[in-house]
């Protein structure tokens, strides 16, 4: 593919996506439209959450960026390069827990190290490195049955740390979390963003956690997802859930959702009756 | 509940003496599970005796297990592993009827475990190049799941056809009873692998045979193991089948020598030979599983809580 296309938007940006769109078994009966037309730039070192009611495509799209499906229209570059497939430089951390529990703690954060070979003491090195990031070097030689629903999401973080990725996808990582840990979680995660230098694309339901965490709240629309408004949030961090702007946010992100997902339960209602 | 609770107190007051007399939980566990075991056996032998003992069951058709286990020194003479038929042999010679019945019992058991390991390691390898090469999936798939339903005694004949008579049938069976299952389970525990598994994999550059071999292998080692085990009774059930074949000597041969001379004691001593020789190949392979599988949580716990 010719790259020199890309060059023509901003080459310098992290993710660049130019009218992506995105239709689940095109061409047959069941074919359904999950993205439409999205437009979205993201900076080096930004932080970006992808807010939107579920089953809005706002996963798809970070599974387009990651490069592990194809859009079925639009372009999706990275530092100017297309994404064609996936790459280290963008690491996604799921939802559910991914770790292989055939592994200690360790040989799951260097796996993508013994991918590429490297040898024993580089792999114990790196790995050693991320662990103490995320604050669980005592956990090394666990499996991560052991480990709490938080920690196992601190062990997937640094597994994506130890690529060295430009950009870190997430998927809700802390959905299955209890509110207490996603808090904890939240700020931890602002840390390690910050060491890394690295763009974060999040998805997330929870205007909550959109709110303590974005730079830039890309708000969805229900299906087909497209963009409905960006909403820039510019108040320091660590950030006070309880000031007034957050509040004032807060209600802002509601209003523009509740339009959404009242729109999405009156399209259901409708294909359950016809 | 309550006397647990009694003994947990009564453990601890007793202190730091009466710990040493105890067994270790190990041990413990093992004798509390061989107890259940007698248990279970006893239960299922006590409702036959009392069907004897009421002249509910004839005992020349269904003799108890009192009357068939006194009847083994009677009874191991048939199983004659004597070469009597070569000429120039002394029917007379050859091993006790006790060691004869060890040989048939080992005959038997290593025409199981050939054949099983050989359907084992055939089936694993092409259900994994089956799902790994798209071509030898259209090739073979439909042939493979069209063969699945034969019953082996379909097999028999041809058995005897490609390999005439002795161990090579008898395990060729075995192998065709099993191989077609084990490699259409193999292909459904490969496409029920966790797909976050293969695509945190990906996304860390990992090639398609690294796949294969660093995520996909150990992800359904657990179920290829339970299949095993399951497999392994089906093994068991089939080489009595083919025994029948003229392996010279093996268990299904004095089965249906003992169906034949009408024979009924014969037929439970062999029945019970079968059952703990499966009993104990299955606690092996437990043992094995719990070795190798020692990552896989222990979830049998949760539904005895309930």
């Known amino acids: 593919m010719d790259s020199s296309r890309f060059r023509a938007f901003s080459s310098g940006d992290a993710v660049t996506c130019r009218g992506v769109g995105k239709t689940w078994a095109a061409g047959t009966a069941r074919a359904h439209e999950a993205l439409r037309d999205i437009d979205l ?50 690491s996604l951390i799921f939802q559910e827990t991914s770790l292989f529990p055939w592994l200690t703690v360790w040989q799951n954060v260097s796996f993508g190290l013994s991918i590429r070979g490297a040898p024993e003491a580089e792999r114990r090195a790196v790995a050693t490195e991320a662990l103490a990031r995320v604050g669980l070097s005592a956990a090394m030689d666990k ?47 602002l840390d390690v963003w910050r060491d890394s230098g690295a763009s974060v694309l999040f998805v997330t339901h929870h205007i909550d956690e959109a709110v303590a965490l974005a730079d830039r709240v890309v708000v969805f629309t229900a299906r087909p997802g497209r963009i409905k408004s960006i909403l820039p949030i510019s108040l320091p961090r660590p950030r006070d859930p309880f000031s007034p702007e957050a509040e004032a946010l807060r209600r802002q992100l509601t209003a523009e959702l509740k339009a959404e997902v009242d729109r999405a339960f009156a399209e259901q209602e409708a294909l359950s009756a016809a | ?41 006893g239960l299922f032998v006590g409702i036959w005796e009392l069907c004897w003992a009421t002249g509910l069951s004839d005992p020349k058709l269904l003799p108890p297990p009192h009357i068939f286990l006194a009847d083994i020194p009677d009874q191991a003479r048939f199983f004659n592993t004597a070469t009597r038929w070569q000429i120039g042999i ?108 293969i695509n945190v994999a990906r996304t860390m550059g990992a090639t398609k045979r690294q796949i294969y071999a660093r995520v996909i292998i150990p992800a359904i080692l657990p179920q290829l193991l339970l299949v095993l085990r399951l497999n392994m009774f089906g093994a068991w059930m089939v080489v009595l089948v083919a025994e029948t074949t003229g392996v010279g000597f093996g268990l299904g041969q004095v089965l249906s020598m003992a169906r034949n001379t009408f024979n009924p004691s014969l037929v439970f001593f062999c029945i019970a030979l079968i059952g703990v020789l499966g009993f104990l190949t299955d606690l092996i392979l437990r043992m094995v599983q719990n070795r190798i599988l020692y990552w896989v949580p222990q979830t049998a716990g949760v539904l005895r809580g309930l």
């Open chain 2, 1 to 41: 509940m309550a006397s647990d609770i009694a003994g947990a107190v009564g453990g601890a007051a007793a202190g730091p003496t009466a710990a040493p007399r105890r067994l270790p939980p190990r041990w413990q566990d093992a004798l509390a599970r061989l107890g259940w075991t007698a248990a279970s056996i």
């Open chain 1, 41 to 90: 730039d993201i900076a080096p070192g930004e932080f970006v959450v992808l807010l939107g009611p579920s089953g809005c495509g706002k996963s798809t799209l970070l599974y387009l960026v990651a490069g592990l499906e194809a859009q079925t229209g639009g372009v999706i570059a990275s530092f100017g390069d297309p994404v064609e497939k996936p790459s280290p430089d963008r």
């Open chain 2, 90 to 197: 002394n029917p007379a010679d050859g091993p006790s009827p006790y060691e004869a019945v060890f040989i048939t019992i080992g005959a038997t058991s290593m025409r199981v475990f050939v054949g099983l390991a050989i359907a084992a390691v055939l089936s694993v390898t092409i259900g994994v190049l089956i799902r790994y090469f798209q071509l030898l999936e259209r090739l073979t798939l439909p042939t493979i799941t069209l063969l699945s339903p034969v019953s082996p005694i379909a097999w028999l004949p041809i058995a005897i056809f490609i390999f005439g008579i002795g161990n090579a049938p008898a395990i060729f069976m075995v192998v065709v009873a099993l191989f077609f299952h084990m490699t259409l389970s193999t292909i459904s525990q490969i496409d029920a692998v966790n797909r976050n598994y």
């Open chain 1, 143 to 189: 499996r991560p049955d052991e480990l709490s629903g938080g920690m196992r999401q601190r062990v997937a973080v640094a597994r994506a740390l130890a690529m060295r990725p430009k950009v870190l996808l997430m998927d809700e990582p802390f959905a299955a979390l209890d509110v207490q840990t996603r808090a904890k979680m939240q700020d931890f995660l």
